[in-house]
């Protein structure tokens, strides 16, 4: 199966010079759909690869079975390199069918704001190559074919191939005492993707949401929660990592951020520099990011407090999205603090996540923001699992922040400060397949609750209900 | 883009290689070759996980193996390796151990039972888990408990330790004894526990787990 995806990459690079990423994603959503056949035909539990590699279900890695939530065995499943088991196929495949209901999809000059509301759409699907490659190295990379991407001029819907979460590391362990170390390296795209705390943004919740493209709600968001407006970090750059778990307890990491260019651009594939509807974000010179961590685990129940921050500092691109150097870059500074609580005994899971950043932006380019800026994020989250099996969850999600009118020119007096809440309910048939509803309301959006962009839009227009199946094989 | 694919190409290849010749010694090991780790090493990497480095696990989603007999532990590997265990638990979490060697399960068998014994909270609710176990229930059936397990529950041979184990984990194979045939080896543990009550099951379960003090 490996092989054969391989083989439609290099079929795809010895096309003609016409050749571009839609003949190659479609070799790839074929790549895709085969690999789904032919899983599900030879794999009686239908587990994804490291299931099969460690001969366990998914709940003993995913709290309740919510992928992607990690129970403290999947923790340590993950910190040390993913390497418990025995080499197995390492290929997995994902995919989400969905319809997205938005409250208000006019756009207030009797057109609409998107044409997917209230569609059932085959949404999105992935490719995973997973699994130990030695006893200390090993990892997992995700590839995605979005269906619904952008539109051509006739209005008609583009996909897109690309890189996803990607993390390789390398991984060691003092085991002589009942103490123990762990430390490795990683290697990672997205930050904080190499977390392994579901407070953290790039595996926090939500696990999924509706697509930009579906959704007509836009929240704002700091950098590290995936929010730059200067250019998404996440699949255009390379981080490079160090971490280690002392006394089962205390976790330390430091990670520098560099462009996925060059040698590190497999992990940018589908962006690249110069592309008009992909152009690889560039960053410049040093982005660290350092994150502490403790946790303690007593009885089923297991906490964890910590805290990160993250310096990036990304470069303005030119009319033919090059990067431009020596005029400065739009500086983010990310602090954050977060924690998690779960009591894990069957049939009760009970988790909940606390995560607040703060964010300092100054723009040497002006583009994105016209004064030095702040953004505070709160997100909390809790859930309910019954047997492994039905789930309820709630979040809350609060976004404060100076005004700006080139940074929130939607907002009629230029304010980020959004308020909303998230009830979804799930429900898991199978370890590998999950249904659900979700409702994203909001009570505030880009300053007020009402009449928020001064042509009579409220906030509650942009709620939305957004039902999914999402299947992993 | 180009400069990009032709990275793709080659950075693939190279995983592809090292996975796909993963997936080939997994396609001709399934079921045959047998783990080589060392088994004091398998338990303190593997193992201790879940069950606690010295077999006191914190969770009592696992049950502890200090001091378990070591008879006990070897039939149960045996039975996870082979499935013959298979209630739902025991699938989802150790039925991946299907290459530990027999030098392994014995290895494992010896450490796990070499370490000083687990210990029970000596905080005893009620008397009825005491009757129990020490008597029995001669109006339902119910055999004393003591009369395999020991009088103190410390266990014999192929009769586990339940002195000091976590309540919830024994509570739990009770009823798995009792509603199931998932566990063939402990059959007999089905007609036992056959009148036994649930809230007679929890009462012996928080009894032996204040044991072993």
């Known amino acids: 199966m490996l092989k054969r995806l391989i083989s439609h990459v290099l079929f795809a690079r010895q096309g003609s010079q016409g050749t571009d990423r839609r003949v190659m994603a479609r070799w790839w959503l074929m790549a895709l759909i085969a690999s789904l056949a032919g899983l599900s035909a030879t794999q009686a539990w239908a587990l994804p690869a490291f299931a099969r590699q460690t001969g366990q279900s998914c709940v003993a890695c995913h709290a309740g079975g919510q992928f992607p939530e990690l129970t403290p065995y999947g923790r340590m499943f993950k910190l040390t390199g993913y390497t418990y088991g025995e080499h197995a196929n390492p290929v997995s495949a994902m995919g989400i069918v969905d319809w997205t209901g938005n409250n208000n999809n006019s756009d207030g000059m009797g057109g609409q704001l998107t044409d997917l509301d209230r569609r059932f759409l085959l949404d999105f699907g992935s490719v995973f190559l997973a699994g130990k490659i030695t006893d200390n190295i090993g990892g997992f990379g995700q590839w995605t074919y979005t269906v619904h991407d952008r539109q051509d001029n006739e209005g008609n819907w583009l996909g897109h191939f690309g890189s996803d979460n990607f993390d390789l590391r390398y991984a060691n362990q003092d085991s002589a005492n009942d103490k123990g170390l762990i430390w490795g390296l990683t290697l990672h795209n997205n930050p904080t993707v190499q977390d392994v705390f579901n407070s953290s943004p790039a595996w926090g919740y939500p696990y999924i949401a509706p697509s930009g493209k579906a959704s007509v709600a836009a929240p704002p968001a700091t950098m590290i929660e995936g929010g730059a407006a200067a250019g998404g970090l996440a699949s255009s750059v390379a981080g490079t990592g160090v971490y280690a778990l002392v006394d089962k307890s205390v976790y330390l990491e430091f990670t520098n951020y560099q462009t996925a260019k060059g040698p590190w651009s497999f992990l940018s594939i589908g962006n690249s520099t110069g592309d008009p509807n992909y152009p690889l974000t560039y960053v410049q010179s040093w982005n660290p990011y350092v994150r502490v961590a403790y946790t303690h685990e007593w009885g089923p129940q297991n906490i964890t407090v910590g805290a990160f921050g993250m310096q990036a500092n990304i470069l303005p691109l030119d009319g033919n999205n090059y990067p431009i150097y020596g005029q400065g870059a739009t500086h983010y500074s990310d602090t954050g603090v977060d924690a998690q609580y779960q009591y894990l005994l069957s049939p009760h899971t009970v988790t909940g996540q606390f995560r607040w950043v703060h964010e300092a932006v100054n723009d040497d380019t002006q583009n994105f923001f016209s004064a030095p800026a702040t953004l505070n994020s709160l997100k909390l989250k809790g859930t309910y699992v019954y047997q492994e099996k039905y789930g309820v969850s709630l979040a809350y999600t609060n976004v404060t922040g100076s005004a700006d009118p080139t940074a929130y020119s939607a907002s009629a007096n230029n304010s980020p400060n959004t308020t909303y809440w998230t009830p979804e309910v799930f429900w898991l048939p199978l370890r590998n397949l999950r249904v659900g509803l979700q409702f994203n309301l909001f009570t505030r959006y880009l300053g007020a609750k009402t009449n928020y962009d001064g042509n009579g839009r409220n906030a509650s227009d942009n709620n939305n209900a957004f039902l999914y199946l999402w299947l992993a094989i | ?213």
Request: with cysteine; charged share 15%; net charge neutral.
């Open chain 2, 1 to 213: 883009m180009k400069t990009s694919l032709h990275s793709v190409g080659w950075v693939l290849l190279g995983v592809a290689a090292l996975l796909g010749g993963c997936a080939d010694t997994a396609a001709t090991a399934d079921g045959g070759v047998e783990s080589n780790m060392a088994p004091v090493k398998l338990a303190h990497v593997v193992c201790a996980t879940c069950h606690g480095f010295d077999g006191n696990s914190v969770s009592p989603q696992f049950p502890k193996l200090a001091g378990q007999q070591r008879e006990y532990l070897v039939a149960q590997l045996t039975d996870f390796k082979g499935h013959a265990r298979a209630d739902i638990k025991g699938q989802q979490f150790m039925w991946g151990f299907t290459r530990l060697s027999h030098e392994q399960i014995e290895g494992l068998a010896d450490y796990f039972s070499s370490q000083v014994t687990m210990r029970g909270h000596g905080m005893p609710q009620g008397d009825r888990g005491a009757t129990l176990f020490l008597q029995g229930a001669s109006d339902a059936n119910v055999v004393a408990c003591m009369t395999c397990h020991g009088a103190k529950a410390e266990g014999n041979g192929p009769f586990p330790r339940l002195a000091g184990q976590h309540a919830d984990y024994v509570y739990k194979q009770l009823i798995v004894f009792q509603t199931t045939n998932d566990r063939p080896r402990g059959a007999p543990m089905k007609v036992i526990t056959h009148n036994l009550s649930e809230t007679d099951a929890k009462a012996l379960a928080e009894y032996v787990a204040t044991l072993g003090q």
